[in-house]
């Protein structure tokens, strides 16, 4: 009678521990069953990465308004080393060709100044500085961008004198390929001249646009 009584409740036990294992293993699938996948595409971006070099040569062409004097192309070069990630040294250099002021053109009356001495030049180094960031035009393509700050000092020669030069200028430049760019850049040129009667701070400003290598 003691062993029956032990079978019976050994199988009790054995059919509740069964019971409890299929319980736990439903429950697990329900589980597993229940969690979401995440359905987010990835999009593959093409992204033009700044080259391992530190140097930068270019050249620039643009527009130069000679204060007191008109509107003249200028062409010219430039050559930067970065520094690190935000600061670089710049110099440039550039020459135009001066207009006549407009007294010349209203009066017809003899020139200021001669051929040559309108010949305007300049050259500079600056200290230069980036707000990096990136350029999206499509889904797909972006582009590394960078608006920067710089400020200089250097000469200028026009009116047969040469005169000492502060700088200051604002850019916007394009990584197109991890060694090209192209740059927008807009630049004061102060410095004092007494062509015009007294001697006085002129602005010459310069709107130009260049395209330079990193190497």
Request: net charge negative.
């Amino acid at each position: 009678m003691a062993i029956g009584i032990r079978s019976f409740f050994l199988a009790l036990l054995c059919t509740a521990i069964s019971c409890s294992l299929a319980a736990q293993q439903n429950s697990q699938q329900k589980s597993e069953q229940s969690v979401i996948e995440p359905g987010v595409e990835r999009r593959d971006i093409n992204e033009a990465n700044i080259d391992t070099e530190n140097f930068e040569f270019g050249l620039l062409v643009g527009v130069i308004s000679v204060e007191d004097f008109s509107s003249s192309m200028v062409v010219g070069a430039r050559a930067a080393y970065h520094v690190n990630e935000n600061f670089f040294v710049e110099a440039t250099y550039g020459q135009a060709e001066a207009g006549e002021t407009s007294f010349e053109v209203l009066s017809g009356g003899a020139p200021f100044l001669t051929e040559a001495e309108r010949d305007y030049r300049y050259y500079n180094l600056s200290l230069g500085y980036n707000l990096n960031g990136e350029t999206f035009y499509t889904d797909r393509w972006v582009f590394n961008s960078a608006t920067y700050f710089t400020l200089g000092a250097g000469s200028t020669e026009f009116g047969g004198d040469e005169r000492f030069t502060l700088t200051i200028g604002a850019g916007y430049r394009l990584l197109l390929t991890d060694y090209f760019a192209l740059h927008v850049n807009l630049k004061d040129h102060l410095f004092n001249s007494e062509l015009i009667g007294e001697e006085k701070t002129t602005h010459n400003i310069e709107y130009g646009l260049g395209a330079t290598f990193f190497f």
